[in-house]
């Protein structure tokens, strides 16, 4: 009897503990993908685009193995049920997910086919370590981040080397799959994602590669230099990590072994090592706090006097604020399907703290427009910037987009990219064009509030509305 591998956010052939275990069955294999637009936390557009470009990756990598990958469309559980009496399999193996509704069906799914004659195994494939192997001395979840690294860099991953992808894979039993194309995960009129494609390319093959370049060439300087938008020194393997093309895992054996090769300072490898940690503490305060994507974590945050308005929501998701390093971020967004973190964070402060938006507008926004999107950490670090989340920026930490915008991006290159019809402004300007003299503006091209808006809040007017907003709510 076949073994059926349910894939999620794992789609790679190495270092992918359920596939493993079931190639060493060595009874034939069965891969099987499920697609749910109605489940919770389904991709938004881009993760979409996203998804259907890593399937393919992995429908080739498979058929170079002999073997295919079968899709299938509609409700988790059922559509496994229907597999396992389809093949007859005599077992299921996946790994392990965090959100509330997605261990939900995972557990209930477990009982139910154990309770037959199918045996399931789950594995760890996501996380260096399990949200319940990471705890503090009295046994509880950590809410800090500092002590979280600790231990976790003490502890390590879980698997000593990252397990080899299998040689040969068989399926012995063939069932139909869909067609990857009949579910319209890429759009096509208009086609929005011929942008964003220019700038990626999913799949295992590519993560390897990303995670390979940035060790080699960028990471001695990622220490400073991941704080710059305007040059690429960050690894740019969120999407990859979301859908699991790459595993923490392999991650962390790379950088020790550059490390003990003598590759790059352990100082730079620590430091990156500490961000893959920070993803690790969003998923453990996920699997924790399972309202985090909603809720605030704080719950005097609950009572935060927000403002309703659609028009500042609006001109802040097409970039047109009037500040320029905000602008530039969210058309960077738009246009590729990312953003750097420093402009994450410049950009949701700005939501929250200076046009009073509820934070989960932004998060929700940021869920259909990037490819990374991934609900443990846009929900931690949404909540982190809101000041309502575990360990978060204190409230009264509001990002000045001017200040934000000279320190990190000090020529404007990042600006003028993004934002080409400011691209003849002196870079005294760049970061605020409204103090440039007529004469400046007239000579760049730029005719405020015709072809660059003005600011559309007073930032030093918005700072003190925010913090009143604050007083309202601190010691409740
Ligand atoms: P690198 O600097 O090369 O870091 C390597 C990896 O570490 C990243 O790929 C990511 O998996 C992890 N990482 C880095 N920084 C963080 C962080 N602050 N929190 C958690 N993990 C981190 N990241 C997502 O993956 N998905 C999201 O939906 C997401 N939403 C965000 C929303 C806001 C408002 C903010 C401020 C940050 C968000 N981040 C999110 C975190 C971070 O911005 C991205 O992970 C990072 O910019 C990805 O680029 P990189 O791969 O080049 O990062």
Redesign the pocket.
Known sequence: RPVVVWFRNDLRLADNPALTAAVKTGAPVIAVYIYDENAAYAPGAASCWWLHESLKALQSAMAKLGMTLILRRGGEAKIVRAIVQETEAAAVFWNRRYSAPQVEIDKNLKNELSNGDVSVKTFNASLLREPWEIETGSGTPYRVFTPFWKKLKEFGPNRVSPLPAPKKLQSEKLIESEDLTSWNLQPDNPNWAKKISAHWSPGEFTAINTLDN?LENAIDA?GDG?DRPDKEL?????????FGEIS?NQ?WQSVQHGMNAGNFSEAAGYK?LS????????YSLLYYNPSISEKPLRPEFAGYPWRDDPNGLGLWQRGQTGYPIVDAGMRQLWRTG?????V??I??SFLIKDLLIP?QH??AW??DT?V???????????Q??AGSGADASPYFRIFNPITQGEKFDPKGDYVRKFVPELKNLPDKFIHAPWKAPEAVLAKAGVTLGNNYNNPIVDHAHARNRALAGYSEIKGR
């Open positions: 940035f990622y991941r960050t690894s740019r393997l969120s999407p990859h990590l979301h923490p991650i990156f961000e893959i940690a920070w993803r690790e503490f969003s990312w953003m750097h973190n420093r994450r964070m950009v949701a934070w932004g998060a940021f869920w990037l990374d999107a991934d609900v443990a950490n846009n929900s931690a670090s949404w982190w910037v």
